[in-house]
């Protein structure tokens, strides 16, 4: 079984599927997640300014994940540089993206939190498309 088959089922009329690619990536993500989430916690509960929080908890999950995401769920050894360039590329991107997004549904009226949900439910998909296709290639 070559590389590439690792972890996939076959279907005819569909072609490949990762399942288990996927559900490690699902994995990775919501850890992230968690990870901002704790750190941001703990540094609000020293009192740390909400802005500088935030960034910190940001960018330590965000470094988390693109090293788990390279070695766990897509097991690529490509060049480092290249795929982070195009990971910070991405996650940049994605910012601008939900943002605007973000802005512009609770202007047309939906609930922020429906807005936020919806944009990282667009994000979450088209980032594996592309982690799996470009960043970890």
Request: include cysteine; glycine fraction near 4%.
């Amino acid at each position: 079984m070559n590389k590439e088959m690792e972890g996939s089922t076959n279907f005819k009329d569909k072609g490949k599927y990762s399942l288990p690619r996927y559900i490690k990536y699902l994995i990775v993500g919501g850890s992230s997640a968690l990870i901002e989430l704790l750190i941001f916690s703990f540094l609000r509960m020293l009192f740390i300014d909400l802005t500088i929080s935030n960034i910190i908890a940001v960018v330590l999950a965000t470094v988390f994940n693109f090293f788990v995401n390279r070695g766990w769920s897509f097991s690529t050894s490509s060049n480092l540089k290249r795929s982070f360039i195009l990971y910070l590329t991405l996650f940049l991107l994605n910012l601008t993206f939900s943002t605007n997004a973000i802005r512009i549904m609770v202007r047309l009226g939906f609930v922020e939190i429906f807005a936020k949900i919806t944009t990282m439910a667009c994000i979450t998909i088209w980032n594996y498309v592309l982690y799996r296709k470009v960043v970890f290639k």
